[in-house]
């Protein structure tokens, strides 16, 4: 057997193999509900309380009163989990959601749900307390805990036993530096900060007027002004840069940064879900689910590449020819030769065979 005859033999064995795991994807969604999808450019909700990426999978995830939703790679929407009136939302962690609303239709689950807990990316969900009794509209979290707020702010540090919290001024959004050392509420008086859990809050007095507020780290936080505008701070809210007003609604935001060290801020307006890459100044309608950036057009759309190639990469041998040019070499994962940040490791030619590229989404 020649080399070629070889090279092609594997290639579609590959092929092969990838058409059975699609296959046995279908197979095994058969016997479950069809989750719900809404088309590209249509938000999945009337209503959006929470948006936030899964530091794990990079997915964008809105929580909305119709359940939760992924963002897919075709800028759509699909349905995960069971159907909550998700009231509040946050994100602590890969897969690890925190949530509070009420239960669709059918779901066993108390209404209110209280605090709710995912540790599975939002497939399912456990009441870690306060079931039948709290819908909190207001959510943070961060690694020492969770606070929220129900008509008064409660606070926990492992989510079954509760404090009563300071604030009491109504919150319209709550936001927690991820390592709990700051958090942040929007309301009519004004930003007011906490540095001690939510015990005791003080006016964040060098704060421009914010509706919504998120953290990217233990410093940077954003927060969408009043009039539309996008102010960020890199000082935890000692100073602030704003941008002009241009958002007519706000429903929901988030801040995080990539792995280059890149800001992102997505906010749901009543029109969809916007990004900025500049901190505020400009938006664009957020159409892929991945922040991996290809502006020579190399990788197609959205730099999403064939499941195929993935697949084929683990078969052929590394003397294989022809396809295109690799963004990041074999032996440097980290490195970029395009814009945008990286994590999760694929596979694409280049003319000395397969090498490693490192993509968001």
């Given amino acids: 057997m020649t080399r070629m005859t070889r ?13 059975a795991l699609a296959l046995s994807g279908c197979s095994s969604q058969s016997a479950a509900p069809e ?15 929470g948006i936030s990426r899964d530091p794990g999978s990079a997915k964008v995830n809105l929580a909305t009163h119709e359940g939760l939703f992924v963002l897919q790679p075709d800028a759509s929407w699909l349905q995960v989990g069971p159907t909550v009136d998700f009231m509040s939302f946050a994100i602590t962690g890969p897969g690890t959601f925190f949530a509070s609303g009420h239960p669709g239709e059918g779901v066993d689950l108390p209404a209110p749900v209280g605090l709710m807990k995912s540790t599975d990316a939002g497939l399912t969900w456990s009441v870690q307390s306060l079931g039948g009794q709290s819908d909190f509209h207001a959510l943070a979290a961060s690694s020492k805990g969770v606070m929220g707020f129900d008509g008064a702010l409660k606070v926990t540090s492992d989510g079954k036993t509760w ?22 509420a929007t309301t009519a008086q004004g930003v007011l900060s906490s540095t001690d859990g939510g ?19 233990s410093k940077t936080v954003v927060g969408l002004t009043t009039d ?7 000082d935890a809210g000692l100073s602030w ?29 009543d029109k969809g879900v916007l990004q900025s890459r500049d901190d505020g100044p400009t938006f ?5 689910c991945r922040r991996f950036h290809d502006p020579a057009g190399v990788f197609g759309t959205g730099g999403v590449l064939p499941a195929f190639f993935i697949v084929s990469s683990l078969l052929l041998d590394t003397t294989a020819t022809s396809g295109r040019k690799a963004v990041v070499g074999p032996e440097e994962p980290g490195r970029r030769t395009h814009e945008g940040g990286f994590h999760h490791d694929g596979w694409i030619w280049q003319r000395n065979g397969f090498a490693r590229l490192a993509w968001d989404g």
């Fill in 163 to 184: 404090a009563q919290g300071g604030l009491t001024a109504e919150p319209r959004c709550l936001a927690s530096a991820p390592d709990g050392s700051q958090v942040l």
């Fill in 284 to 288: 664009t309608a957020l159409k892929s």
């Fill in 241 to 269: 840069k704003t941008s002009p007003g241009q958002l007519t609604s706000g429903q929901a935001m988030s801040v995080d940064r990539d792995k280059a060290g890149a800001l992102e801020i997505l906010v749901v307006t």
């Fill in 35 to 49: 989750p719900k999808s809404v088309a590209a450019g249509t938000l999945p909700g009337e209503h959006v309380h």
């Fill in 199 to 217: 015990g005791t809050w003080a006016p964040l007095a060098s704060a421009p007027p914010l509706v919504l507020t998120a953290w990217a780290d």
């Fill in 228 to 234: 539309g505008g996008i102010a960020v701070s890199a």
């Fill in 7 to 19: 090279r092609r033999l594997l290639t579609g064995v590959g092929a092969g193999l990838v058409a």
